[in-house]
C-alpha cells in the first residue's frame, strides 16, 4: 500500500487547488448554470470594478504583502547574520520559536490590545509620562494606511522565517563561512550577508513566497488589525461571497481572480527585489569594503528581534488579564478587580466551538500524519525524495491564495449537496494541515540512523514490525511535535473553516474574529485566549508523553 501514498498526497493537496480555482474562474466568467449563468461573459469584472475604493482594496492587498514580507525578511536576516552562532542568539530563538504555535487571530488581538489608544502601551506609559487622562482620538488599530496590519504580520511571520532559516543554516556549513569571512576582515554582519545569505535564501525562498501569499490574502488579520475604508480587498470579497443576494457570487469569483492576480504579480515585483538585491550586493562585494563598524546594526537588530517576540507575548498576557478582569477604567494600568464571572457566562456558548475545533484539528492531524508517513516510508523504500517537485507540490496550497480556490471549492461542493459536513470541512483542513506536518516530520525521519533498522533486519524483523518498533519509538518525540503543529494550524484556518463549513461549524477561531467587530473585550479575551491555548497544550502534550512513555527508558526519549 506504500507505493500509493504519494498518489494520495497529490490528489489531497492538488486536487481541491486545482478544481477550487476551475470553480472560481468559470463563475468569474459569468458560467454557473446553478445561478442561472448559462454564457460566459465579462460582466461580473465589470461589476467588480464599478465597485467604490475598489482600487485602492486592491493596492492596499498587493502593498501591505510586499512591505510586511521585506520587513519581516530584513528583521530575520539582520539578526541572524549579526548574532549567528552566538549565546544571544540561542536565548532569542528560544523566545521567538514558542511564538510558531500561536494562531494569526489570536496574535491579532493581541497586538492590537497592546497598541490601541486606550490599549496596554498608552496605559503604561500614562498619566505620568503622556499625562493622557483619557485615550486619544487616534485611529491606530484600522488605520487607512493599513500600517498596523503590516506591523501585525510582521511580529507573527518572523518567527516562522526564522524557524525555516535556522533548518537552512546547517546545510551550508554556516559557522565555518562565517568564521572564513571574519578571518578576510569583514565585520560580522557584512561577512554572513555577502557570503552566507545568498544560499540562505535559495534554501527559504519557497517559504518567503508563501508568506507574500499569505500576507497579501489573509482575511482574519485583516478584519481585525486592517483599515476598514475601504477594506482589504480579501476581506470584501468574503463580504460579497456570503451575502444574502446570490448574484453576488458572480462578482465575488471575479474578484477571486484579481487577488490571484494581485498575489502573482507580489511574487513577480518580488523577484525583481531578488535580482535588485542580487547585483547589489555583489557590487557591494566587489569593491572590497569590510564593514567593520556595525556594532549599532547589530544591537538595533536585536533590540527589534526581541521586540518583536515580547510584544505578541505582552499581547497573550494582555488578552488573558482583559478575559478575567472586572473594572478597568482608562488610564489605569491594571483592572481594579479581577473575576472569573466573565469566564461563567461565556462557558455556554464556549463549549460548542471548543468541542468542534478540537474534533476539525484531531481528524485532519490524524489523516496527515498518517499520509506523511506513508510518504516517508515510500521514500525510505525507493531512496527518491521527490526534489523540488514535491517541494513545489507541498507548498501549492501555501502559495495560492485561499480565497481563490476556496470560493470555487465551496461551490462545487454545493452543486454536489457536500457543503457543510464534517468529511468536507475535514478534508480541506488536511489541505492546509499536511504541508507543516510533512515539512516538520520529514527532516527527523530522514536524519534518523539507518543503522538501527539493519540491526533489527539482521535479527529476523519485517520491515513493518522495524517501524513500529524500532522507528516509532525513537522518533516519537518528532512525530508528536509534528502533530502539535498541525493541530495550531488547523486551530488558524478561519476562511476554509467559514465557507466550507457554511457557518454551521463555529469554532473558536471564527468566533473570535466574529466578536472582533464587537467592543466587548472581556469576550474577545475569553476566545482568543483559549485559542492561544489550544495550540500551547498540543505542544505540551508533544513534550511530556514520550517522557511519561518511555520514562523507564529515559535514553530514547532524547533521539
Given at each position: 500500500?506504500?507505493?500509493?501514498?504519494?498518489?494520495?498526497?497529490?490528489?489531497?493537496?492538488?486536487?481541491?487547488?486545482?478544481?477550487?480555482?476551475a470553480g472560481t474562474v468559470l463563475p468569474a466568467f459569468g458560467y454557473?448554470?446553478?445561478?442561472?449563468?448559462?454564457?460566459?461573459?465579462?460582466?461580473?469584472?465589470?461589476?467588480?470594478?464599478?465597485?467604490?475604493?475598489?482600487?485602492?482594496?486592491?493596492?492596499?492587498?498587493?502593498?501591505?504583502?510586499?512591505?510586511?514580507?521585506?520587513?519581516?525578511?530584513?528583521?530575520?536576516?539582520?539578526?541572524?547574520?549579526?548574532?549567528?552562532?552566538?549565546?544571544?542568539?540561542?536565548?532569542?530563538?528560544?523566545?521567538?520559536?514558542?511564538?510558531?504555535?500561536?494562531?494569526?487571530?489570536?496574535?491579532?488581538?493581541?497586538?492590537?490590545?497592546?497598541?490601541?489608544?486606550?490599549?496596554?502601551?498608552?496605559?503604561?506609559?500614562?498619566?505620568?509620562?503622556?499625562?493622557?487622562?483619557?485615550?486619544?482620538?487616534?485611529?491606530?488599530?484600522?488605520?487607512?494606511?493599513?500600517?498596523?496590519?503590516?506591523?501585525?504580520?510582521?511580529?507573527?511571520?518572523?518567527?516562522?522565517?526564522?524557524?525555516?532559516?535556522?533548518?537552512?543554516?546547517?546545510?551550508?556549513?554556516?559557522?565555518?563561512?562565517?568564521?572564513?569571512?571574519?578571518?578576510?576582515?569583514?565585520?560580522?554582519?557584512?561577512?554572513?550577508?555577502?557570503?552566507?545569505?545568498?544560499?540562505?535564501?535559495?534554501?527559504?525562498?519557497?517559504?518567503?513566497?508563501?508568506?507574500?501569499?499569505?500576507?497579501?490574502?489573509?482575511?482574519?488579520?485583516?478584519?481585525?488589525?486592517?483599515?476598514?475604508?475601504?477594506?482589504?480587498?480579501p476581506v470584501r470579497l468574503v463580504g460579497w461571497m456570503n451575502d444574502?443576494?446570490?448574484?453576488?457570487?458572480?462578482?465575488?469569483?471575479?474578484?477571486?481572480?484579481?487577488?490571484?492576480?494581485?498575489?502573482?504579480?507580489?511574487?513577480?515585483?518580488?523577484?525583481?527585489?531578488?535580482?535588485?538585491?542580487?547585483?547589489?550586493?555583489?557590487?557591494?562585494?566587489?569593491?572590497?569594503?569590510?564593514?567593520?563598524?556595525?556594532?549599532?546594526?547589530?544591537?538595533?537588530?536585536?533590540?527589534?528581534?526581541?521586540?518583536?517576540?515580547?510584544?505578541?507575548?505582552?499581547?497573550?498576557?494582555?488578552?488573558?488579564?482583559?478575559?478575567?478582569?472586572?473594572?478597568?477604567?482608562?488610564?489605569?494600568?491594571?483592572?481594579?478587580?479581577?473575576?472569573?464571572?466573565?469566564?461563567?457566562?461565556?462557558?455556554?456558548?464556549?463549549?460548542?466551538?471548543?468541542?468542534?475545533?478540537?474534533?476539525?484539528?484531531?481528524?485532519?492531524?490524524?489523516?496527515?500524519?498518517?499520509?506523511?508517513?506513508?510518504?516517508?516510508?515510500?521514500?525510505?523504500?525507493?531512496?527518491?525524495?521527490?526534489?523540488?517537485?514535491?517541494?513545489?507540490?507541498?507548498?501549492?496550497?501555501?502559495?495560492?491564495?485561499?480565497?481563490?480556490?476556496?470560493?470555487?471549492?465551496?461551490?462545487?461542493?454545493?452543486?454536489?449537496?457536500?457543503?457543510?459536513?464534517?468529511?468536507?470541512?475535514?478534508?480541506?483542513?488536511?489541505?492546509?494541515?499536511?504541508?507543516?506536518?510533512?515539512?516538520?516530520?520529514?527532516?527527523?525521519?530522514?536524519?534518523?540512523?539507518?543503522?538501527?533498522?539493519?540491526?533489527?533486519?539482521?535479527?529476523?524483523?519485517?520491515?513493518?514490525?522495524?517501524?513500529?518498533?524500532?522507528?516509532?519509538?525513537?522518533?516519537?518525540?518528532?512525530?508528536?511535535?509534528?502533530?502539535?503543529?498541525?493541530?495550531?494550524?488547523?486551530?488558524?484556518?478561519?476562511?476554509?473553516?467559514?465557507?466550507?463549513?457554511?457557518?454551521?461549524?463555529?469554532?473558536?477561531?471564527?468566533?473570535?474574529?466574529?466578536?472582533?467587530?464587537?467592543?466587548?473585550?472581556?469576550?474577545?479575551?475569553?476566545?482568543?485566549?483559549?485559542?492561544?491555548?489550544?495550540?500551547?497544550?498540543?505542544?505540551?502534550?508533544?513534550?511530556t508523553l514520550p517522557a511519561l512513555i518511555f520514562r523507564n527508558r529515559?535514553?530514547?526519549?532524547?533521539?
Open positions: 500500500m506504500l507505493r500509493y501514498s504519494p498518489l494520495i498526497a497529490l490528489l489531497v493537496l492538488a486536487v481541491p487547488v486545482l478544481c477550487g480555482l454557473l448554470p446553478a445561478l442561472g449563468g448559462e454564457d460566459f461573459s465579462l460582466l461580473p469584472f465589470e461589476e467588480l470594478f464599478s465597485q467604490t475604493g475598489i482600487w485602492r482594496s486592491i493596492s492596499q492587498s498587493f502593498f501591505i504583502g510586499v512591505i510586511s514580507t521585506a520587513l519581516s525578511v530584513m528583521l530575520v536576516a539582520g539578526f541572524v547574520s549579526a548574532w549567528y552562532g552566538t549565546r544571544l542568539f540561542k536565548k532569542v530563538q528560544y523566545l521567538v520559536s514558542p511564538l510558531l504555535s500561536v494562531p494569526h487571530a489570536a496574535a491579532a488581538f493581541g497586538f492590537a490590545f497592546m497598541i490601541a489608544p486606550s490599549g496596554f502601551f498608552a496605559r503604561l506609559f500614562s498619566p505620568w509620562l503622556t499625562g493622557w487622562e483619557r485615550p486619544l482620538d487616534l485611529l491606530i488599530v484600522n488605520d487607512q494606511l493599513g500600517l498596523a496590519l503590516i506591523a501585525g504580520l510582521v511580529v507573527k511571520e518572523v518567527p516562522f522565517l526564522l524557524l525555516v532559516t535556522l533548518a537552512a543554516l546547517p546545510q551550508i556549513a554556516a559557522i565555518k563561512s562565517s568564521h572564513l569571512t571574519q578571518s578576510l576582515g569583514y565585520g560580522r554582519m557584512a561577512g554572513f550577508l555577502l557570503s552566507t545569505w545568498p544560499s540562505v535564501y535559495r534554501q527559504i525562498r519557497l517559504p518567503i513566497f508563501a508568506v507574500i501569499a499569505y500576507a497579501s490574502a489573509n482575511v482574519d488579520m485583516a478584519i481585525i488589525l486592517g483599515p476598514a475604508t475601504p477594506y482589504t480587498l444574502p443576494d446570490l448574484k453576488m457570487r458572480f462578482m465575488a469569483c471575479a474578484g477571486a481572480c484579481v487577488q490571484i492576480a494581485v498575489t502573482a504579480f507580489a511574487l513577480l515585483v518580488w523577484i525583481l527585489i531578488e535580482r535588485f538585491t542580487g547585483a547589489a550586493s555583489r557590487s557591494l562585494a566587489a569593491k572590497g569594503n569590510r564593514y567593520t563598524h556595525d556594532w549599532g546594526f547589530r544591537v538595533t537588530a536585536s533590540v527589534l528581534m526581541t521586540a518583536s517576540a515580547l510584544i505578541v507575548f505582552g499581547g497573550l498576557l494582555v488578552l488573558a488579564l482583559w478575559s478575567v478582569s472586572g473594572l478597568w477604567q482608562f488610564p489605569n494600568t491594571l483592572p481594579n478587580t479581577l473575576s472569573f464571572k466573565n469566564w461563567m457566562r461565556a462557558l455556554p456558548g464556549l463549549s460548542q466551538p471548543l468541542i468542534t475545533t478540537v474534533i476539525i484539528g484531531a481528524a485532519s492531524v490524524a489523516i496527515s500524519i498518517i499520509i506523511s508517513l506513508a510518504c516517508l516510508a515510500r521514500e525510505q523504500q525507493t531512496g527518491r525524495n521527490g526534489g523540488n517537485r514535491a517541494l513545489l507540490l507541498l507548498y501549492l496550497p501555501l502559495l495560492v491564495p485561499q480565497i481563490g480556490f476556496l470560493f470555487g471549492l465551496q461551490l462545487l461542493l454545493l452543486s454536489v449537496n457536500a457543503i457543510a459536513s464534517w468529511t468536507a470541512l475535514i478534508l480541506v483542513h488536511v489541505v492546509f494541515v499536511l504541508p507543516y506536518v510533512f515539512l516538520s516530520l520529514s527532516a527527523p525521519w530522514r536524519a534518523f540512523d539507518k543503522r538501527y533498522d539493519s540491526i533489527g533486519a539482521a535479527l529476523g524483523s519485517s520491515n513493518w514490525r522495524i517501524f513500529w518498533r524500532i522507528r516509532t519509538p525513537m522518533l516519537l518525540r518528532a512525530i508528536l511535535a509534528a502533530c502539535a503543529v498541525g493541530f495550531a494550524v488547523s486551530i488558524g484556518q478561519y476562511l476554509p473553516t467559514l465557507l466550507i463549513g457554511a457557518g454551521r461549524f463555529p469554532t473558536i477561531t471564527t468566533e473570535a474574529v466574529a466578536l472582533g467587530s464587537g467592543g466587548n473585550r472581556r469576550i474577545i479575551g475569553i476566545y482568543a485566549f483559549m485559542q492561544m491555548m489550544l495550540p500551547f497544550i498540543g505542544f505540551l502534550l508533544a513534550s529515559r535514553g530514547i526519549t532524547g533521539l
